[in-house]
């Protein structure tokens, strides 16, 4: 069972006003970059020059080194487009190169992971319990 906290956050609540000066278009996926940017913790999608999705996570030490997805976020405009499930599957590929697991806490990981078994291997649930708890000592990071 995941706690309410560990869910997609959507930003469409939140748009940005419309910006004259820059009209929007849809990227093909051939233009977005992806992007691991561990000290901060999100692997980002990068389009034009600008972030337009990202996955944010931390690394579990203990049991195992796992990467821990917690959000996944799609900007409005480029929602769609294939953008999150790129993501989850650079996010399972860098971690099958680094030899760990993925532990996924984030809605649209879980998901996206049952979707594709051959990709992505299931998480132990000691690790995934474990993973739980960090989350809830570090109130503050997500």
């Known amino acids: 069972m995941r706690p309410s906290r560990c869910r997609v956050r959507s930003r469409r609540a939140a748009r940005r006003p419309s910006r004259p000066d820059r009209p929007t278009r849809r990227m093909p996926m051939s233009e977005i970059e992806i992007r691991d940017d561990r000290a901060a913790g ?10 337009v999705g990202h996955i944010e996570y ?15 976020i799609v900007e409005p405009a480029h ?8 993501l989850a599957r650079e996010l399972y590929g860098i ?3 680094e030899g760990i697991v993925v532990a996924p806490l984030c809605p649209y990981v ?7 078994p051959a990709e992505a291997p299931a998480a ?19």
């Open 58 to 72: 931390f690394v579990l030490e203990a049991p195992a080194r796992a990467l821990v997805p917690v959000h996944t």
């Open 110 to 116: 879980v998901k996206w992971a049952e979707r594709h």
């Open 42 to 51: 999100r692997l980002e999608a990068i389009g034009d020059g600008e972030v």
């Open 124 to 142: 132990d649930p000691e690790l995934l319990r474990a993973a739980m708890e960090w989350l809830r000592a570090h109130p503050g990071r997500f």
């Open 95 to 97: 971690a099958a190169r």
């Open 79 to 86: 929602e769609g487009k294939g953008i999150a499930g790129s």
